[in-house]
């Protein structure tokens, strides 16, 4: 059967997959130990190695250890305003959830109403669930869709507790389809220079993938 394990992590913490079969990145390798650690990194847009390993929908999440989290922000108030980027936790420190909510969502208008689209690696831990239902309840004018590529440790009782609480507060729960991951990759993932954006490739299983994840979230739900 299919479930999320938290496997030892190899060089694939770092965002690097195990094998060599997304080489054509290895050059492209952002240089992770020049960072502190307790980091969040924020961009624009990230490296597509990162997001070909990071984002597979897979049966196990073997070194995936991180949230990436791709962000759109439509603000509807005096101005209205779109705003996007993305979040990356080192999983020591705080998750990309929370910093979602203490660096990003403040910057954003006071008293306006907030239309937030989340693309996530894997969907939320109980202490994001927890953080996300608050700032629901919070936050009147706050619409969250968060649009997830694997589920995280969905077995346990108590994470699927935490699933259900996000959806009572009003967060909308979403697997991603291939059209989703397609989406994320022309707006969310970097490009190398001198070169023609390369179209979506689909990983072999991803709609098979997709669609086990999204009997189980309807299971939960």
Same mark, same amino acid.
């Given at each position: 059967?299919?479930? #999320? &394990?938290?496997?030892?992590? +190899? ?6 997959? !195990?094998?060599?079969?997304? /080489?054509?990145?290895?050059? &492209?390798?952002?240089?992770? #130990? *020049? ?7 924020? /961009? ?14 897979? #049966?196990? %999440? %073997? ?5 990436? $989290? @791709? ?11 779109? %705003? ?30 907030? *239309? ?5 690696? %894997? ?9 996300? @239902?608050?700032? $629901? ?11 997830? /590529? ?14 259900? +609480?996000?959806? !009572?507060?009003? @967060? ?7 059209? !989703? ?10 490009? #190398?220079? /001198? ?9 072999? !299983? ?16």
């Amino acid at each position: 059967k299919m479930a #999320e &394990k938290q496997e030892e992590p +190899s060089n694939a913490q770092n965002g690097e997959p !195990d094998n060599a079969e997304e /080489g054509e990145g290895k050059k &492209k390798k952002v240089k992770r #130990e *020049d960072l502190p650690p307790f980091e969040i990194v924020t /961009g624009e847009r990230l490296p597509a190695i990162f997001f070909k390993f990071q984002f597979r929908n897979v #049966e196990y %999440s %073997s070194g995936r250890n991180k949230t990436f $989290l @791709c962000y759109v922000v439509e603000t509807q108030g005096k101005e209205a305003a779109t %705003s996007r980027g993305y979040l990356e936790d080192e999983h020591a420190a705080a998750h990309a959830e929370m910093a979602f909510f203490n660096t990003i969502l403040p910057k954003c208008q006071a008293g306006a109403r907030h *239309d937030v689209t989340w693309y996530v690696s %894997s969907s939320p831990c109980v202490a994001c669930a927890q953080r996300i @239902c608050e700032a $629901l309840r919070k936050n009147k004018g706050l619409r969250l869709t968060i649009m997830v /590529g694997r589920l995280f440790m969905w077995e346990e009782p108590e994470m699927q507790a935490a699933l259900r +609480s996000m959806k !009572d507060a009003g @967060c909308k729960l979403r697997i991603m389809k291939p059209q !989703d991951f397609e989406y994320v990759w022309k707006n969310f993932v970097e490009q #190398e220079e /001198g070169e023609e954006a390369k179209s979506f490739v689909p990983w072999e !299983d991803i709609q098979e993938n997709f669609q086990y994840y999204e009997e189980k979230l309807a299971e939960i739900l």
